[in-house]
């Protein structure tokens, strides 16, 4: 079986392998800048949460049986969840939101640039290509000059089309539904709640992503993604 960063690669029409080792290579090179306390690395992702509401009591724990629950459920709804790490520094910060607009993306990104990093030179952030995620989302959500201030808080590097799996954001996002989102979660405010102590937790011991696809290895394990160049 294949694993599902290679399903992605296997997509890539012919015609966009240059495209796409272009912006993966532009990744790894990222990845492999020596840490520097002005220009903090964070890896941007996002998720949706399901809310489902249990219709009948479940079981609860018992001596040798798992707690059960119905298999009739009711949806309630469902929420975003804006996800922001620093591979390097052992940080993440999770928001969850109603929306997944540009506005929305907006506001966490200020967040991440007034309140996380204020004092950041230039944070460098790595994210996918969805069409809310970059600089026009700050014209859209503050006045000009505003939007241009946050614009020159961050250095914008993106995954190509069907490499998200370059985004360290993606590691952190699965970690976060193995440890926390596996399960039926009732409503908004106990999503919030639940979120915010996995991020706590996780922070509290320093949990860090250890990277360790480089550009060579690239040019070795992914060479049929690189066009032929005659000599």
């Known amino acids: 079986m294949l694993k599902p960063w290679l399903k992605e690669i296997w997509c890539i029409p012919p015609e966009a392998n240059a495209e796409f080792v272009a912006a993966m290579e532009d990744v790894l090179e990222v990845y492999q800048r020596p840490p520097d306390p002005r220009r903090p690395l964070v890896c941007m992702d996002e998720a949706s949460k399901q809310l489902v509401k249990e219709t009948r009591p479940g079981q609860p724990v018992q001596p040798g049986q798992p707690a059960r629950s119905d298999a009739e459920y009711e949806r309630a709804g469902v929420r975003n969840l804006f996800l922001a790490t620093a591979p390097l520094l052992g940080w993440r910060c999770v928001e969850v939101t109603e929306h997944r607009t540009r506005t929305d993306w907006a506001a966490f990104m200020r967040t991440v640039a007034d309140t996380v990093f204020p004092t950041a030179e230039r944070i460098v952030i ?5 069409n809310t995620h970059g600089p026009a989302s700050f014209y859209e ?16 590097h993106y995954t190509p089309k069907h490499g998200s799996w370059l985004n ?4 952190e996002l699965s970690v976060l539904a193995r440890q926390c989102l596996d399960r039926r979660i009732p409503d908004a405010t106990t999503l919030e709640t639940e979120v915010a102590t996995w991020v706590a937790q996780r922070n509290a011991a320093g949990a860090t992503i250890d990277w360790q696809f480089t550009t060579a290895d690239a040019r070795i394990k992914l060479k049929h993604l690189y066009p032929s160049v005659g000599t």
């Not at 790595?126 to 969805?130: P, S």
């Not at 006045?143 to 241009?148: D, G, H, Q, S, W």
């Not at 360290?168 to 590691?171: P, V």
């Open 126 to 130: 790595m994210e996918d290509n969805l």
């Open 141 to 156: 959500a503050y006045p000009p000059a505003e939007a241009r201030r946050l614009v020159e808080r961050f250095e914008f």
């Open 168 to 171: 360290m954001a993606e590691i």
